[in-house]
């Protein structure tokens, strides 16, 4: 691995490293030696010229993505290391079954590995980038993926148009396989289209979620907002549900969900999808439904967004409130990072008072196990969820 830098910081300013902590921001940083472009490992150094890790630098505002804390030089086995250690935890943690074959093997900072992602749709990885580091890296990650995973992989995409800064291509890294591609959670069916999809083609994220609101269905009548191609649909028809509604903007998503509803044999007058926006549907919908999912995009992406944000999530959590059946459950989520969950808890309390309903929380709701948070770097945890209960 050759080292093309040295960020030395400035007195005082290296106690989150220490901590372990994988992110250096410009302002920590004293001198630079060497001439290092974006994507280039650097050594990390204290004030008195200690070293403390190795990483991926870039330009901006996190000038260093630490992927080794150790004063050793890291070898050409660093991925290979980092992606068996990340396929061991979820073999551990049970993520993988025969009934569910599709999981996220690398979440980023959580697998120590910042700006990297990696999902698996049984046997096609889907890989992304969101830093110069893992763009410059990728070859070398897609030929340890393939030999971490010991010939289960047939096909390494590459999917990091729009991830970065800088203009790349999507692109098959190993093998190549058709699309759409049929992937298995808790013995649902699902079809997962890597290469026009949103994300890697598929929300792993809500697999937990989603079988508790299959847990919870059972008779209920439900509006699934923001649907996608209908994954909490699914869920809810499996469980028993009376009615399922999908709802989504997006004409693709929609045809989608019903291509998915078919593939799982369900009657096709239990369900009924809607091209439309959440917000105008729900406007004539009161006392229609018992169960409400409403799992929205991102409102906000960054910072300066998140005062509007939270005005999107207030409204839509209390047009809900409002319509929903007494007795009725909502489920709520928010998958923007830059809102934590006490903001979202304090937003949703908000929206209740707004719609004068009496609500208890059942459950909070986060990411799983296949999308772990470093215990020294809280802001990998970006799922919340509630399960309210309307009185």
């Not at 260093?64 to 250690?85: G, Y």
């Not at 073999?91 to 993988?96: F, L, P």
């Not at 759409?180 to 937990?208: C, I, S």
């Not at 908000?350 to 772990?372: E, F, M, N, W």
Request: charge should be neutral; include cysteine.
């Amino acid at each position: 691995m050759e080292i093309r830098g040295v960020i030395s910081l400035k007195q005082g300013r290296d106690h989150s490293i220490r901590r372990y902590h994988p992110w250096i921001f410009s302002g920590a940083i004293q001198s630079t030696e060497g001439t290092p472009h974006d994507g280039d490992w650097v050594e990390v150094r204290d004030a008195s010229k200690k070293t403390l890790a190795f990483g991926h630098y870039q330009k901006g505002t996190i000038t260093v993505r630490a992927i080794t804390f150790s004063a050793n030089k890291p070898t050409d086995r660093v991925f290979h290391e980092k992606l068996s250690k990340a396929f061991q935890q979820r073999m551990a943690t049970q993520v993988i079954s025969d009934q569910t074959n599709s999981y996220r093997l690398v979440h980023g900072e959580g697998d120590g590995l910042p700006g990297l992602i990696i999902d698996i749709y049984q046997s096609v990885a889907v890989m992304q980038a969101h830093s110069a580091g893992m763009h410059a890296d990728r070859a070398m990650i897609a030929n340890a993926l393939v030999e971490v995973m010991d010939g289960s992989i047939t096909a390494v995409y590459y999917k990091s148009q729009g991830t970065l800064p800088t203009k790349t291509e999507n692109e098959y890294l190993f093998g190549m396989a058709a699309t759409p591609h049929v992937a298995l959670e808790h013995g649902n069916k699902f079809l997962v289209d890597w290469e026009e999809g949103q994300k890697t083609g598929f929300f792993l994220d809500q697999r937990e979620n989603r079988k508790l609101v299959g847990e919870l269905a059972k008779g209920k009548k439900v509006l699934n907002t923001f649907c996608y191609t209908g994954g909490f649909s699914i869920y809810a028809l499996a469980g028993g549900a009376e009615l399922v509604h999908s709802v989504d903007s997006s004409e693709r998503a929609v045809q989608m969900t019903r291509k998915n509803i078919e593939l799982n044999g369900f009657d096709a007058q239990q369900h009924e999808s809607f091209d439309s926006d959440t917000f105008d549907f729900l406007k004539d919908k009161k006392d229609v439904y018992d169960f409400i999912i409403l799992d929205p995009p991102a409102f906000a992406k960054h910072k300066d967004a998140k005062h509007q944000a939270m005005k999107g999530y207030q409204r839509l959590n209390a047009e809900a409130m409002k319509m929903i059946q007494p007795g009725g459950i909502i489920f709520t989520f928010s998958c923007s990072q830059v809102v934590d969950r006490q903001l979202f808890y304090d937003t949703v309390v908000s929206a209740a008072i707004q719609a004068g309903k009496t609500i208890k929380v059942l459950h909070h709701l986060s990411q799983p196990a296949d999308h772990p948070v470093s215990i020294f770097h809280p802001e990998g945890e970006y799922l919340k969820g509630l399960v309210l209960f309307v009185e």
